[in-house]
């Protein structure tokens, strides 16, 4: 595909960019990677391109203030070819058709030079105040290019800005596979000729991690007609890009002693060192600047995960060390969504306004998980998963859980108190939620393949924890603990933050093992509907039903205040079963589904 190129009146004002087959481009002042910000006379959207057919459509737009010269005369809508260029103010637009071909196939140089960075940091520099005011473009060249694409476009630029005697430039990289790549170039003056680097000196940089520079000829008789790569070139150099953020770049510039003195016309690269310093100085500040890029990505990525702390503790390691799958004691909590299939139909015409909904339900599990330091393993639909205890030791991963899940459930619950009282409608409102907590041995970290991966956790609690939480709509009660996190949470929790009960010995459906569950309560002050009596009495109904003693049972939950819901799980299963315990009854009520 032709190449549209930008040339302003100063040198650096200038771009090269890839036409794309169908997909129209704004030009203008204020619009993304195709701006032309130094000419005051195109406007914020002037024209529109778009590559059609084997050419060019240049639009005006209504709100361009300037006209569009094509061919000497102003046009508003017209077609260019490869060679063909239009004017806006004092910028041309040409389409070039310039091809790039990386080659083996390019003389020995008559002369070669590789320069040791740190003998260069100590060579005092000429023409430094360009050099320095240059260079002092770069951090916002990388900070302000979204893509690495357009931060490539600015390179380039800012290449030819720097090294004066150059022609060419380009940002090349030498991939995994050994290939060897041009991610972009450009050159100061059109020739229509082909950019030819070398793939020998490209190799020969990137692998001796060293500048390298290769003279062809000079202003006096050349070596050989045909040692010219190609029209305008003498020499060439490639300074590598070192650092995993850029892992196999390198900048490669190439020019013409033409227009120099004659007696510096010789083939000696050391002509080329001032060149070959500001080279370096760039790929080092590139190379610095995008390990601070990619770690601020990767803490931006690893944040929808991890707590801050968790990531702060984390600073400094290798994440694939740090992230690997390994053994962990861990605490998990499954949260479900309640209500989702009944505002699913009432939604059917506007599933937009219930994703914004769940959205915002889900951000609400997310954000409580993250502040007691959890990490995010997982959605499914209206539900999430979070567990601590990985990747760094929690010795209180269990407290953590369930501050966080009592947080989840006051968080919904002010919001229904809320619209009740107000008489609007909470995104919040009508949604309830279950969630299971258990605690135990897994297999924590990140896992997946090179197109998509995740921090999870598996194992036998995982199961568990999802078990409890279905178990919450059997059993009425809006948080399940088991027996291992319950026992942490006594040990853990004060009694003016959380209160716990046993609930039931239980056999979930497919398991063989039974499970002592209990619940996680407000504390009295958060939920006064359940004294701490209350909690006491039906504490000794369950000693009694579990001892076989159901008549006892029955008395005691008899003084449970008749709104408690999670009461009516023993008397119901009491009075199918005729008050009298079954033959061999060990305690434990079988549930038939899951």
Not at 89 to 114: I, K, Y
Not at 525 to 537: F, I, M, R, T, Y
Not at 559 to 572: I, Q
């Given at each position: 595909m032709p190449d549209l190129i930008a040339l302003g009146s100063e040198p650096q004002h200038r771009w090269r960019r890839k036409v794309p087959i169908g997909t129209p481009q704004v030009i203008g002042r204020g619009v993304g990677p195709w701006c032309t910000p130094w000419d005051e006379r195109i406007s914020r959207r002037h024209v529109e391109v778009e590559w059609r057919e084997g050419r060019l459509h240049v639009t005006i737009l209504p709100e361009a203030r300037n006209p569009?010269?094509?061919?000497?005369?102003?046009?508003?809508?017209?077609?260019?070819?490869?060679?063909?260029?239009?004017?806006?103010?004092?910028?041309?637009?040409?389409?070039?058709?310039?091809?790039?071909?990386?080659?083996?196939?390019?003389?020995?140089?008559?002369?070669?030079?590789?320069?040791?960075?740190?003998?260069?940091?100590?060579?005092?520099?000429?023409?430094?105040?360009?050099r320095i005011e240059v260079l002092s473009r770069l951090p916002d060249i990388i900070s302000g290019s979204a893509t690495d694409s357009e931060?490539?476009?600015?390179?380039?630029?800012?290449?030819?800005?720097?090294?004066?005697?150059?022609?060419?430039?380009?940002?090349?990289v030498v991939e995994e596979s050994g290939s060897v790549k041009v991610l972009h170039w450009d050159r100061r003056i059109l020739s229509g000729t082909e950019f030819r680097p070398s793939e020998r000196l490209i190799r020969q940089a990137v692998t001796s991690g060293e500048s390298t520079a290769h003279v062809w000829g000079g202003n006096g008789p050349r070596v050989a007609e045909d040692v010219t790569i190609s029209e305008g070139v003498d020499w060439a150099f490639c300074t590598p890009v070192m650092g995993s953020a850029c892992k196999g770049w390198a900048l490669y510039v190439t020019g013409s002693f033409a227009g120099e003195n004659p007696q510096d016309a010789v083939t000696d690269p050391e002509i080329l060192r001032d060149d070959v310093k500001f080279t370096e100085l760039t790929a080092a500040t590139l190379a610095g600047l995008s390990e601070l890029r990619q770690l601020a990505r990767r803490q931006a990525g690893l944040g929808q995960f991890f707590s801050p702390p968790v990531l702060e503790a984390l600073a400094g390691q290798d994440p694939n060390v740090a992230l690997a799958p390994r053994e962990a004691d861990v605490s998990v909590l499954f949260?479900?969504?309640?209500?989702?299939?009944?505002?699913?139909?009432?939604?059917?015409?506007?599933?937009?306004?219930?994703?914004?909904?769940?959205?915002?339900?889900?951000?609400?599990m997310t954000q409580h998980i993250l502040a007691e330091g959890g990490v995010i393993g997982d959605f499914h639909g209206d539900s999430a998963m979070g567990f601590w205890g990985w990747p760094i030791p929690q010795p209180d991963a269990a407290a953590r859980a369930c501050r966080a899940a009592l947080a989840i459930r006051q968080e919904f619950a002010d919001a229904a108190t809320?619209?009740?009282?107000?008489?609007?409608?909470?995104?919040?409102?009508?949604?309830?939620?279950?969630?299971?907590?258990?605690?135990?041995?897994?297999?924590?970290?990140?896992?997946?393949?090179?197109?998509?991966?995740?921090?999870?956790?598996?194992?036998p609690v995982v199961n568990l924890a999802s078990r409890l939480e279905t178990m919450t709509k059997q059993i009425h009660a809006p948080i399940l603990l088991d027996e291992a996190t319950a026992t942490a949470a006594r040990q853990q929790l004060t009694k003016g933050s959380a209160r716990l009960r046993r609930v039931a010995k239980v056999k979930p459906a497919g398991l063989e093992t039974p499970a002592l569950v209990s619940e996680l309560?407000?504390?009295?002050?958060?939920?006064?509907?359940?004294?701490?009596?209350?909690?006491?009495?039906?504490?000794?109904?369950v000693?009694?039903?579990?001892?076989?003693?159901?008549?006892?049972?029955?008395?005691?939950?008899?003084?449970?205040?008749?709104?408690?819901?999670?009461?009516?799980?023993?008397?119901?299963?009491?009075?199918?079963h005729n008050r009298t315990p079954p033959a061999g009854w060990d305690g434990a009520i079988p549930l038939v589904s899951k």
């Open positions: 569009v010269f094509h061919r000497g005369r102003k046009s508003a809508d017209f077609e260019l070819k490869p060679g063909d260029h239009f004017v806006i103010g004092g910028t041309t637009f040409t389409l070039a058709d310039e091809r790039v071909n990386v080659s083996l196939d390019v003389p020995l140089p008559a002369n070669e030079r590789t320069f040791n960075a740190e003998e260069l940091r100590h060579q005092p520099y000429r023409q430094a105040d360009q931060m490539f476009v600015r390179l380039v630029n800012l290449l030819l800005s720097g090294v004066p005697r150059g022609t060419a430039a380009a940002i090349v949260c479900d969504l309640r209500g989702f299939s009944r505002h699913s139909e009432r939604h059917s015409g506007n599933l937009t306004v219930l994703l914004e909904r769940v959205s915002q339900a889900l951000g609400v809320f619209a009740n009282a107000a008489a609007t409608q909470s995104a919040l409102a009508d949604f309830q939620v279950g969630i299971g907590i258990a605690s135990g041995r897994a297999v924590a970290g990140k896992i997946g393949t090179i197109d998509q991966v995740k921090v999870t956790v598996f194992g309560v407000p504390s009295a002050s958060q939920w006064p509907q359940l004294s701490d009596e209350n909690l006491a009495v039906y504490e000794e109904a000693e009694a039903f579990l001892a076989g003693d159901w008549t006892r049972a029955l008395k005691l939950l008899h003084r449970v205040p008749p709104d408690d819901l999670v009461k009516d799980f023993l008397t119901v299963f009491i009075a199918q």
